[in-house]
Structure formats: C-alpha cells, structure tokens
C-alpha cells in the first residue's frame, strides 16, 4: 500500500521544500494539501468536525505554488490537492496550473477536487450553494475540454469556452472519459458523488475512511454501470490518523494508497510524526 501524507501547510508551519524532502527521503509516497482562499469573520457556518475551527483554516498557503515548490526538490513524491475547491476557481486558469504542474512534475500531480463546506467563503467568490456541484462538474467538463489533443469547444450550462489552443497538455494520458491528471472526488457518499466520480473521474478521496465497507461497493455498482473498467477505481482514504488494523482492512477492500494526516505544525513536530508514521511503509 502507498502511504502519502496530507497537511495544512500555512505560514507558521514547516515550509513545503523541508517537508517534501523530507518524506521523499524517509519513502513516503506523496503529498496532498488542502485549501481555503479565506475563512470569512463571520462564522455562520458551523465547522463539521464540530467545536471551533483551527487557526489553520485561515492561513493555507495557495496548493499550487506550495506544490510546485515540493515537485522543484523531488523526483517521485507524488503531489496533490486535497481538495481543490473547483466551484471557488476559474476553470480555465486552474486548467493550466494543473496542467502546467503535471506537466513539469513529470506527471506526478493528483487533482483532488470537491464542493466545499464553507457557505461564507463560497458566496464571495459568487458560488450559489445549492448548484456548486453541478457547477463543479461543469468546470471539469471544460477543463478536459482544454487538456484534450486536439482544439475542443466546450458549451455547458454554467461554462463555456470557444475550441483553443492551450498548453503544456498533462503529462499523463487519457484514461477512458478522463483526460487530464490524476482526478480524484472528495465528499460523503451518495448517489451524487458517485456518478460525478464514474463520469469524470479515477476515483474517490473519502475523508477520514469511515464507512468504507458498505460504500465501496456501491460505489463499484455505479462505477461498473457506467461502462467503466472494474479494476481501474481508485479510493483512497483521506486525513487518515492510521492503525495497523485499518491499514489491514483498507487493504481487504482493495485500497492500494492512503492519505494519513500530520499536525499543522513547525518542524519538530512534523518529523516526530513522520518518525511514528514510518512502520506504516
């Protein structure tokens, strides 16, 4: 199993150059970095985890330039977003920073995509709540339309954009109805998430891996009925605080990558933890 790591990278914690080097040295498998552009004062909306948010929330460095800096030091970490906030992003713009990371990382980049939680944050970037995930599938529609071979136009119902010329192209190739990087759904399951994830994904980001036993297969159920190769889904439980006996039963699932979650912290604390996590590889 490939062990990875997520954090929230911020202005007072370990830099992502230190952390990159350091987990491609101890042979941990990848990075993915959450984001919030801002938290807005005005806290209506309750934090899900429950009780105050961390400081943390607030000061996320931008994943991308943070990623880049990591992909510049390695040569086989593997980097990701966990998540980025696509309904929050213009499509066109993130198209080619995620193409242009892939592209210089040698394909090595993940696009952990999601819908957010935030109301507050999501209306100031003019995001209606209750259509962001339609919005979201809309935006993934035309950034494939972008990163195709060929100049390809893209007409939805939130985004359009005209047949363009629009390179780097990611390094990594189409893979079915995907085309693009490595594209991973984060969010609870349902029947919503699921097909977003069978019609333009590689596979679910789960966060915190709970419940896996009865949602992996309905998930293979939606995933099998949309034409989509059996063994090609990828899940990958997410901000994981590890076991040996959840690593074991992710394993029987048939998970081959997990995502295990260090402290927002300087960094001592983030080696110390990266010392405990090393039984786990």
């Known amino acids: 199993m490939r062990i ?34 801002h938290i807005p004062v005005s806290r209506d909306t309750p934090y899900p985890a429950g009780g105050e948010l961390p400081r943390e929330y607030g000061r ?16 086989r970490l593997g980097l990701g977003t966990g998540i980025t906030l696509v309904a929050q992003r213009d499509p066109i713009d993130l198209a080619k920073q995620a193409a242009t990371l892939d592209h210089l990382s040698g394909g090595r ?44 136009a893209y007409e939805g119902e939130f985004e359009s954009v005209r047949a363009s010329h629009a390179h780097p192209k990611p390094a990594q ?7 693009g990087p490595r594209t991973l759904v984060g969010g609870a399951a349902g029947p919503k998430l699921f097909a977003h994830i069978a019609e333009y994904a590689d596979g679910w980001l789960p966060i915190g891996g709970r419940g896996l036993t009865e949602s992996v297969p309905a998930l293979r159920t939606v995933w099998e009925a949309a034409g989509r190769d059996p063994e090609g889904l990828q899940i990958v439980p997410y901000a994981v605080l590890p076991s040996a006996g959840k690593l074991a039963h992710y394993a029987e699932l048939g998970v081959e990558e997990v995502v295990l979650q260090l402290p927002p912290a300087v960094e001592p604390e983030v080696l110390r933890t990266l010392d405990a996590y090393a039984e786990y590889l």
């Not at 996320?60 to 040569?75: N, S, W």
């Not at 507050?120 to 003019?126: L, S």
């Not at 190739?173 to 085309?179: N, T």
């Open 4 to 37: 990875a790591t997520t954090i929230f990278l911020t202005d007072e914690t370990i830099t992502p150059v230190r952390l990159a080097r350091e987990l491609e040295q101890r042979g941990f498998d990848g990075l993915y970095l959450p984001e919030h552009t």
């Open 60 to 75: 996320t460095l931008d994943p991308f330039v943070a990623l880049g800096q990591a992909a510049a030091v390695t040569e």
């Open 109 to 152: 980049f993940t696009l952990g995509v999601g819908f957010g939680w935030n109301v507050e944050e999501a209306a100031d970037h003019g995001v209606e709540w209750r259509t962001r995930r339609d919005l979201g599938r809309d935006r993934m529609a035309l950034m494939r339309a972008l990163w195709s071979a060929e100049p390809t």
């Open 173 to 179: 190739k189409p893979r079915g109805p995907v085309v």
